[in-house]
């Protein structure tokens, strides 16, 4: 999430560091689940977690669930 949030300044909201490293894992283990190997997929589901993402909101397992549900669900022509 640190590197997505560095590629894109406009994203950034203030996060502790607890939470960063949070996101960072939840960027992992997604990245892990879905086998992805291209940087641009990659920050795509660091786009999706970051969206998902309020304190207090959805559990990091269910925006990993969602996350891995929309990547497998988007368009095979992108």
Same mark, same amino acid.
């Given at each position: 999430?640190?590197?997505?949030?560095?590629?894109? /300044?406009?994203?950034?909201?203030?996060?502790? /560091?607890?939470?960063? !490293?949070? &996101?960072?894992?939840? @960027? =992992?283990?997604?990245? !892990? $689940?879905? #086998?992805? =190997?291209? %940087? #641009?997929?990659?920050?795509?589901?660091?786009?999706? $977690?970051?969206? &998902?993402? =309020? /304190? #207090? #909101?959805? =559990?990091?397992? %269910? $925006?990993? %669930?969602? @996350? @891995?549900? &929309?990547?497998?669900?988007?368009? /095979?022509?992108?």
């Amino acid at each position: 999430m640190r590197k997505f949030l560095a590629l894109h /300044p406009e994203q950034q909201r203030s996060f502790s /560091p607890e939470e960063l !490293d949070m &996101l960072d894992a939840l @960027v =992992t283990r997604a990245v !892990d $689940i879905l #086998g992805i =190997t291209d %940087e #641009g997929d990659r920050n795509e589901a660091a786009a999706r $977690i970051l969206a &998902l993402y =309020t /304190p #207090g #909101g959805r =559990t990091f397992e %269910e $925006i990993l %669930e969602i @996350v @891995v549900r &929309l990547h497998h669900q988007r368009s /095979p022509l992108r």
